[in-house]
């Protein structure tokens, strides 16, 4: 199948030759093409340029006319939880009254609530509570997603939620990554045994998860109160043996080690990062680790914003991801994540679009494949209404700008 986009008032990340990801000043810089065409054929971007350079042949595809509009890539989500069951707006209501995110979880809430409603839930039904939100974030221009488990906590709810995940790559467009987060919390049975849990993480989940293939990373925990560095680890060398590389949740409640040691094991990505200084920015300046901040968490919980301009000023890439879940960050809304990022982060609009499309799919191992308009790439894009810069995506932070959204080469019907 063939499309042709034209007329396109600007195409956005345009990248002749793309590098692995954007970092420092360079992520203030922005390639766009002004009254362009983009050309998809076999799901693979093909050509593009500028509309009075388009080949004058006959094209036998679809022709979408995009005057007023943009194009952009697709964003690229790179930390979910999006395979749950049910919600916790009631713990919202107690986070409301002044109940920490701590608090609530010693009370039974928060993750260990999550685990008991996924518990009594069957695959079927979390597969299709699962699909809702695949088509939702979609809908709102994601192109690829990383999501992970982490609310089963036991050997059989692990393996169910990965089977879903496993389910919605095989039966949606968008590209998925999955995530093994069997260190997500500690069941309340092991609060005063943790590394006994350990035990079951690395003797049983893990050679479970890698016999049956259902993982491309792994993901541990490793903040104050939940693993340690230690544990972690201990988590992080045996899924060497399965081939998973590490995807660290770090520091988001304190300086917990977490940073440090997701370098050691080079890890794709650290996430959350609130608590950031002078060492972890030095650790991920010698590093292949992508720094993802998720803004959504901080915002919804109240918790201190991550040093982005002094991370950024060192010289770091930076992705931001929805961290879509049921407990601290409910929406997987990428085009607000961006508002966030300008609103509450202080960065350019341009370094948003590098974080939540290039440098977002380094941090799922997709920068060969997604993130820029490249010659090659999966023709992952998504057409913007009419808007009169690309500053206003994050600017117009309530309004929906995603008009239609193309995935593999093929528009896609879904709506919000």
């Given at each position: 199948?063939?499309?042709?986009?034209?007329?396109?008032?600007?195409?956005?990340?345009?990248?002749d030759q793309?590098?692995?990801?954007?970092a420092?000043?360079?992520?203030?810089?922005?390639s766009?093409?002004?009254d362009?065409?983009?050309?998809?054929?076999?799901?693979?971007?093909?050509?593009?340029?500028k509309?009075?350079?388009?080949p004058?042949?006959?094209?036998?595809?679809?022709?979408?006319?995009?005057?007023?509009?943009?194009?952009?890539?697709?964003?690229?989500?790179?930390?979910?939880?999006?395979?749950?069951?049910?919600?916790?707006?009631?713990?919202?209501?107690?986070?409301?009254?002044?109940?920490?995110?701590?608090?609530?979880?010693?009370?039974?809430?928060?993750?260990?609530?999550?685990?008991?409603?996924?518990?009594?839930?069957?695959?079927?039904d979390?597969y299709e509570?699962?699909?809702?939100?695949?088509?939702?974030?979609?809908?709102?221009?994601?192109?690829?997603?990383?999501?992970?488990?982490?609310?089963?906590?036991?050997?059989?709810d692990?393996?169910?939620?990965?089977?879903?995940?496993?389910?919605?790559?095989?039966?949606?467009?968008?590209?998925?990554?999955?995530?093994?987060?069997?260190?997500?919390?500690?069941?309340?049975?092991?609060?005063?045994?943790?590394?006994?849990?350990?035990?079951?993480?690395?003797?049983?989940?893990?050679?479970?998860v890698?016999k049956?293939?259902?993982?491309?990373?792994?993901?541990?925990?490793?903040?104050?109160?939940?693993?340690?560095?230690?544990?972690?680890?201990?988590?992080?060398?045996?899924?060497?043996?399965?081939?998973m590389?590490?995807?660290?949740?770090?520091?988001e409640?304190?300086?917990s080690?977490g940073?440090q040691?997701?370098?050691?094991?080079k890890?794709?990505?650290?996430d959350?990062?609130?608590y950031?200084?002078?060492?972890?920015?030095?650790?991920?300046?010698?590093?292949?680790?992508?720094?993802?901040?998720?803004?959504?968490?901080?915002?919804?919980l109240?918790?201190?914003?991550?040093?982005?301009?002094?991370m950024i000023?060192?010289?770091?890439?930076?992705?931001?991801?929805?961290?879509?879940?049921?407990?601290?960050?409910?929406?997987?809304?990428?085009?607000?994540?961006?508002?966030?990022?300008?609103?509450?982060?202080?960065?350019l609009?341009?370094?948003?679009?590098?974080?939540?499309?290039?440098?977002?799919?380094?941090?799922?191992?997709?920068?060969d494949?997604?993130?820029?308009?490249?010659?090659?790439?999966?023709?992952?894009?998504?057409i913007?209404?009419?808007?009169?810069?690309?500053?206003?995506?994050?600017?117009?932070?309530?309004?929906?700008?995603?008009e239609?959204?193309?995935?593999?080469?093929?528009?896609?019907?879904?709506?919000?």
């Amino acid at each position: 199948m063939s499309i042709l986009i034209k007329n396109i008032k600007s195409l956005i990340n345009v990248v002749d030759q793309p590098r692995p990801w954007v970092a420092g000043p360079d992520m203030s810089e922005l390639s766009t093409l002004e009254d362009a065409y983009l050309l998809m054929e076999n799901g693979k971007i093909t050509d593009f340029g500028k509309m009075n350079n388009f080949p004058h042949r006959e094209f036998g595809g679809e022709v979408i006319d995009a005057s007023g509009r943009m194009v952009f890539p697709g964003f690229c989500d790179s930390h979910t939880h999006l395979v749950y069951a049910g919600s916790r707006e009631i713990e919202y209501s107690d986070k409301i009254r002044g109940l920490s995110y701590e608090e609530i979880a010693r009370r039974g809430g928060g993750i260990l609530n999550s685990a008991k409603r996924l518990h009594s839930t069957s695959e079927d039904d979390l597969y299709e509570q699962s699909l809702k939100r695949v088509e939702e974030i979609m809908a709102l221009g994601t192109g690829a997603v990383e999501i992970k488990s982490g609310y089963g906590l036991t050997v059989e709810d692990e393996l169910k939620m990965l089977k879903v995940i496993k389910r919605l790559k095989e039966t949606t467009p968008i590209t998925i990554k999955a995530t093994f987060l069997g260190a997500h919390s500690l069941p309340a049975e092991y609060k005063r045994n943790p590394d006994k849990y350990v035990d079951i993480v690395v003797d049983e989940m893990l050679p479970e998860v890698g016999k049956q293939h259902l993982a491309d990373y792994v993901d541990v925990f490793c903040d104050r109160g939940f693993f340690t560095v230690e544990q972690t680890d201990r988590i992080l060398n045996e899924a060497l043996r399965y081939g998973m590389q590490p995807k660290i949740h770090a520091n988001e409640l304190d300086y917990s080690g977490g940073i440090q040691v997701g370098v050691k094991h080079k890890a794709l990505s650290v996430d959350h990062l609130e608590y950031t200084g002078d060492e972890e920015i030095q650790a991920l300046l010698e590093s292949q680790t992508m720094p993802t901040l998720l803004p959504g968490a901080a915002f919804f919980l109240g918790l201190v914003d991550p040093p982005v301009r002094k991370m950024i000023q060192a010289g770091l890439p930076i992705a931001l991801a929805s961290d879509y879940n049921p407990g601290s960050s409910p929406s997987g809304n990428m085009k607000f994540i961006m508002s966030l990022g300008t609103i509450k982060l202080k960065m350019l609009p341009e370094e948003v679009i590098h974080a939540v499309t290039g440098n977002g799919a380094y941090a799922m191992g997709l920068q060969d494949e997604l993130g820029t308009i490249t010659k090659g790439k999966k023709a992952n894009v998504f057409i913007t209404k009419p808007i009169p810069t690309y500053a206003f995506m994050p600017y117009a932070y309530g309004s929906h700008l995603v008009e239609q959204v193309i995935l593999n080469g093929k528009v896609q019907g879904y709506h919000v």
